[in-house]
C-alpha cells in the first residue's frame, strides 16, 4: 500500500514538472515573438533624461539641424531687395540696410482709421504688420524732428591726428598673445574706423547715436559675430559680469543668461532679489530706441561657447578656477561678485553654448569721465523703513529746487528714464551717470538698463498707444532682428502685453496731473515745451 502511494506520488510530481516545462518553453516563444514586433522603447532612467535635455543644442530649437555652433552670419540677413515687396523678410531687410533706422513707408502723419488687434507673432502676416508699423512709427515726424548741426563742442571725443605713448588709455586690456589682434591702421578718416571706434566718436551732448545711424547695423553685428580673443572679469557689481575683447580693440560687456526669458519674477521677492536678464537687457535697448530717447549702448545677443570663447582664453585666474561640469555634462561657471557667484548661482551651457547679451562698451573713463548720481527716488533697501519719497508729500517740490535739478533739462530727463524703468520694470535705479564733459547739460545714460514732462516724450507715448502704432507690436518687431530671435522670441506675448497695460498706466497719471492743474486754475505746467513749433503737426488724439 505504501509502496503503490510512493509510486503515484512520483508520478504525479513527474507530470506537474512536465507541465511546468511546457508552460516555460510556451512563455519563451510567445514572448520571442513579441520581441520582434515594433514598438517604442522604454524611457530611460531620470538622468538620462535631463543628460539628453542637457545636451540639447540651442540651434535645433526652432532652427535647421547640425551641429551647435554660434551663428556667425546672424545679422548678416539674407533677404533680397527684390522680396522686399510684400513680405516680411523683406521689410526686415529694409530696416536693417538702415541701421534699424527706417526709410519710407507709409504717410508719417497719424492715421485714425482702424488697427490690428492681438495676433500670433508665429504667423507671416501678422509679424509683416508689425514691421510696417514700425517702419511707419520711425518715419512719424516726431522721429524726425529737425535739429541744428551739433556744435565742435557738443561732440565727446575728437579725432587728434597724433597720439602720444603716454596718452593711451591706462584701462585697454592686451591679450597675453598680441597675435588675436589685428594691425591698427586708423587715420582720421571715419571709413578706416572700425564699428565701436565710430559709435564712441559720434557720441554727442544729447543722444549716444542717431536715429538714422547706418552704423548700428555694422557694430550689433560686431557684437554678434566677431571673434572674441579675451574674456575677463568686470570689477564691482552684485552680479557676474565679464568684459569681452575683439580682435579690432573693441569691448562689450557681457552677461549671461540665469534664467528662462519667459519667466515671470515671483512677487514676494524684494526688488533688490532678481537676477539680472540677458534678454532685459537686449529689450531695454530696442525700447529706448522705439521711445526715442537713444540713451541705451547698442546691445546684441549671442550664443557663446563657454569653453572656447571664456574659459580657453581667459587671463582671469579666479574666473577660470571657478569652471566646473555639472551631473548632467553641462559645462558651468560662476565666476566672484557681491552675491550671486556661487555654485548655487552658477551659469551653465547646453552643454557648452550659453545665451548671453553683449552690449558696447562706453569710451574708456580716461578719455570720457563719467559723473554718478544719487537718485533722488532710489529705494530705500530696507525691509522695514520707507524712503523719503514714500512718506513726505512736498518731496517733489524739495528736489526741483535742489541742484543739478533746479535748472536746465536734468528733471524732464530723469523723467524720461523713469517711464523707461516703470515700462520695463526696473525697480532698482538707484544711480545714474551722465558725461563729466557736459556739466548738468545733457541727457542721462540710461545704463544697467519733478513733475514735469517733455512734450516730445508725452506725444510718442500717446502714438505708441495708437493700434496702428502698438507698443507691443512694434517692439516684437524691432526684436525680431536679434540674432536670439532665431532660438526663441525674446519677450513672451504676456511679456509684450504688460508694456501696453504699463503705458496705458502711465498717460492715466499724467492725465489726472493735466487735470488737477486745470482744477488749481493753471497753476504750473507740466509739460517742457521741446517742440514748440511742432506740436500742432502731430499731436496724436486723446
Request: glycine residues 4%.
Amino acid at each position: 500500500m505504501i509502496r503503490c502511494m510512493r509510486r503515484r506520488s512520483r508520478t504525479i510530481c513527474l507530470s506537474l514538472a512536465f507541465i511546468t516545462i511546457s508552460l516555460h518553453l510556451l512563455l519563451a516563444l510567445t514572448s520571442l515573438s513579441i520581441y520582434h514586433q515594433p514598438c517604442d522603447p522604454p524611457p530611460p532612467p531620470r538622468t538620462d533624461i535631463l543628460r539628453v535635455l542637457a545636451r540639447t543644442n540651442y540651434t535645433s530649437v526652432g532652427v535647421s539641424g547640425g551641429p551647435a555652433e554660434p551663428p556667425t552670419d546672424t545679422l548678416q540677413r539674407h533677404f533680397s531687395n527684390k522680396d522686399a515687396k510684400g513680405s516680411a523678410k523683406g521689410q526686415v531687410q529694409t530696416l536693417s540696410d538702415k541701421g534699424w533706422s527706417v526709410k519710407g513707408g507709409e504717410n508719417a502723419l497719424i492715421n485714425l482709421a482702424g488697427g490690428v488687434g492681438h495676433h500670433d507673432s508665429n504667423q507671416a502676416e501678422p509679424l509683416e504688420s508689425d514691421l510696417s508699423k514700425l517702419e511707419a512709427l520711425f518715419d512719424h515726424p516726431l522721429y524726425n524732428i529737425p535739429s541744428p548741426a551739433v556744435p565742435e563742442e557738443d561732440w565727446l571725443l575728437k579725432v587728434k591726428p597724433k597720439v602720444k605713448a603716454s596718452e593711451k588709455s591706462s584701462q585697454m586690456w592686451v591679450s597675453a598673445s598680441q597675435e588675436a589682434y589685428e594691425d591698427v591702421q586708423w587715420s582720421s578718416d571715419s571709413n578706416s574706423h572700425p564699428p565701436w571706434l565710430r559709435f564712441h566718436l559720434n557720441i554727442s551732448r544729447w543722444q549716444l547715436y542717431l536715429h538714422r545711424d547706418p552704423n548700428m547695423e555694422p557694430l550689433t553685428q560686431q557684437l554678434a559675430t566677431n571673434r572674441i580673443v579675451s574674456a575677463v572679469q568686470k570689477s564691482g557689481g552684485t552680479q557676474l559680469k565679464l568684459v569681452m575683447s575683439f580682435p579690432n580693440y573693441g569691448q562689450a560687456m557681457f552677461k549671461p543668461m540665469k534664467q528662462d526669458r519667459d519667466e515671470e519674477t515671483n512677487y514676494n521677492l524684494y526688488y533688490f532679489s532678481d537676477f539680472e536678464r540677458h534678454n532685459a537687457e537686449i529689450a531695454a535697448f530696442h525700447l529706448d530706441r522705439i521711445l526715442g530717447y537713444r540713451r541705451v549702448p547698442p546691445v546684441a545677443g549671442r550664443l557663446v561657447d563657454v569653453v572656447k570663447e571664456i574659459k580657453d582664453i581667459t587671463t582671469d585666474r579666479k574666473l577660470a578656477r571657478t569652471f566646473f561640469t555639472s551631473p548632467v555634462g553641462n559645462v558651468c561657471f560662476y565666476g566672484q561678485c557681491s552675491y550671486y557667484c556661487s555654485t548655487e548661482h552658477a551659469v551653465c551651457g547646453r552643454p557648452r553654448h550659453l545665451e548671453a547679451s553683449l552690449a558696447v562698451m562706453l569710451p574708456d573713463l580716461s578719455l570720457a569721465a563719467r559723473r554718478t548720481w544719487r537718485s533722488p527716488w532710489r529705494r530705500s533697501y530696507s525691509r522695514s523703513k520707507l524712503a523719503k519719497w514714500e512718506t513726505e508729500p512736498d518731496y517733489c517740490s524739495t528736489v526741483k529746487k535742489t541742484p543739478p535739478y533746479d535748472k536746465g533739462t536734468r528733471l524732464v530727463d530723469f523723467m524720461d528714464m523713469v517711464i523707461l524703468d516703470f515700462l520695463m520694470g526696473n525697480m532698482d535705479r538707484h544711480h545714474y551717470e551722465t558725461f563729466e564733459k557736459f556739466g548738468n547739460n545733457t541727457f542721462l545714460l540710461h545704463l544697467d538698463n519733478g513733475r514735469a514732462i517733455r512734450r516730445s516724450t508725452w506725444l510718442r507715448l500717446r502714438l505708441l498707444s495708437l493700434p496702428q502704432y502698438r507698443l507691443s507690436d512694434v517692439m516684437r518687431a524691432s526684436l525680431f532682428s536679434d540674432p536670439l530671435h532665431r532660438v526663441a522670441p525674446l519677450l513672451s506675448e504676456p511679456h509684450l502685453a504688460a508694456l501696453n497695460r504699463r503705458l496705458k498706466t502711465v498717460l492715466e497719471t499724467i492725465g489726472r496731473c493735466q487735470k488737477q492743474q486745470k482744477e488749481d486754475g493753471g497753476g504750473e505746467e507740466i509739460f517742457y515745451d521741446d517742440i514748440a513749433d511742432l506740436k500742432d503737426l502731430v499731436v496724436p488724439p486723446e
